[in-house]
């Protein structure tokens, strides 16, 4: 009996992930020592990296990628299809039918975006290059009489909360203080958030009932905005391609102890 065993060897390259995504004429030197005939006089920016994937987006990702078998054919399959593309970490898809020509799939896709709380705009403009990429993986894709799109900027709507908050007797009023601001940052921030998502009121309520030091609260404003011009922009409902942001946060602090 013969046996044949076949042996592959595997090179694996490692990078910096997001770290490596560095400014322009940041590159002035070779790692080991450099060539005597190559001259460093600029670098480029340095665009597209992106950290391995998590154990959470794995789980989502290889779930995806057996429902879509690698072809789109639903908006779920487009989004989840979308999303496996290195770089993406949220998308969705909607559908725009054309008399008489290709029927359009818009797909709504964004990196990691680290400033998410801080951002006060109505919109993230998504990376040329991060759409090429979409739109390369995308097509070959797709089925007929569809043509992918995908989107340059994402719609964004602020939230804005005013809540006073009684302090319980014996605790610091300006520790409970920080501790609320941080757990209405948690409900709001990039990870928590998705298209389409609303944040209830009863969820804050709960959130912050939940910490110590917290007598009660009383939510006084709870409204979602698309712009900062006058009052006629309020949301009453959140597109399903808009993502929700922190707003103006009014915090009234009442009892407890001052230091």
């Keep these: 009996m013969l046996l044949l065993v076949t042996v592959q060897m595997v090179n694996y390259t490692r990078s910096s992930g997001l770290n490596g995504n560095i400014g322009s004429n940041l590159i002035s ?95 993230i403009a998504v990376p040329t290059t991060l759409r090429t990429s979409i739109l390369s993986f995308v097509t070959p894709r797709s089925m007929l009489g569809v ?13 804005d909360i005013t809540i ?13 203080e920080t501790n609320v601001k941080n757990a209405i940052d948690g409900l709001l921030d990039f990870d928590n958030t998705d298209f389409g998502k609303q944040l209830r009121k009863s969820e804050v309520y709960k959130t912050i009932m939940a910490l110590d030091g917290i007598d009660y609260i009383d939510i006084t404003g709870f409204e979602m905005r698309s712009s900062d011009a006058g009052s006629g922009n309020i949301v009453t409902t ?22």
Excluded: C, H
């Design 29 to 123: 030197s070779f790692v080991s020592s450099t060539p005597s005939y190559i001259t460093i006089t600029s670098s480029t920016s340095a665009t597209g990296g992106s950290n391995g994937e998590t154990a959470e987006t794995l789980k989502n990702n290889i779930v995806s990628y057996m429902r879509t078998q690698d072809r789109a054919v639903t908006l779920v399959d487009y989004a989840d299809i979308t999303k496996s593309v290195n770089g993406v970490y949220k998308a969705v898809a909607t559908y725009t039918p054309t008399a008489g020509a290709n029927a359009s799939v818009n797909l709504y896709a964004l990196p990691y975006t680290s400033d998410f709380l801080t951002m006060t705009g109505y919109s």
């Design 147 to 159: 043509t992918p799109v995908a989107v340059s900027s994402i719609p964004v709507v602020r939230l």
């Design 164 to 176: 006073t908050v009684t302090v319980s007797d014996g605790f610091v009023r300006s520790w409970v």
């Design 238 to 259: 959140l597109d399903p391609a808009s993502l929700l942001r922190k707003g103006n946060i009014g915090l009234t602090m009442l009892s407890g102890m001052s230091v």
